[in-house]
């Protein structure tokens, strides 16, 4: 939404914008109920998610929240929980395009200075999982995408970390 607003201001001196153009807006508005009662939802349930994550993560893959032996629970729980508030902005806005340019891009840096893009890779497979859980159908079409877009920019892909 704020990249397409952006395009939008961009055209101004050179022209008024058309139907076409302003189309976004019209099924922005449209789909704003959805997208406002998920934002709201996410927000009741961020503990709740980045538990049951955590504790899924705990059971199958307790590597992923100990990097080089040391804990890193209570750090990986605090930017997951980043990450979900992100998510849900980006829903709420419709605008995976400014969640990966402002937020995602900058967080891959960190993820991968640390070393932890398979983490990163697994944490939002099993996230996957628990809000599937918790969202209907309909809500999870809009999540998804995010969820995939958060994993490939910050994790990568399964084929990166398959053995040769």
């Given amino acids: 939404m704020l990249s397409q607003l952006h395009a939008l201001e961009q055209m101004t001196p050179d022209r008024y914008a058309t139907d076409e153009d302003l189309q976004f807006l019209d099924t922005f508005g449209q789909a704003f109920p959805d997208r406002r009662a998920l934002y709201l939802l996410f927000q009741s349930l961020e503990e709740k998610l980045v538990e ?3 504790q899924l993560l705990e059971q199958k ?14 750090k990986w729980k605090a930017d997951t929980l980043r990450v979900l508030r992100y998510i849900a902005a980006a829903i709420l806005l419709n605008d995976s395009a400014t969640f990966q340019e402002r937020f995602l891009l900058w967080f891959q840096t960190i993820m991968r ?43 990568g892909t399964l084929e990166e970390f398959k053995a040769p």
């Fill in 52 to 54: 049951e994550t955590y």
């Fill in 61 to 74: 893959y307790p590597e992923v929240l100990r990097v080089k032996g040391m804990d890193f629970a209570s």
């Fill in 113 to 155: 200075a640390f070393g932890v893009r398979r983490n990163c890779y697994i944490t939002y497979e099993a996230m996957k999982v628990v809000i599937h859980k918790h969202l209907t159908p309909s809500q999870f079409q809009l999540v998804e995408p995010l969820l995939n877009l958060t994993q490939e920019t910050l994790g």
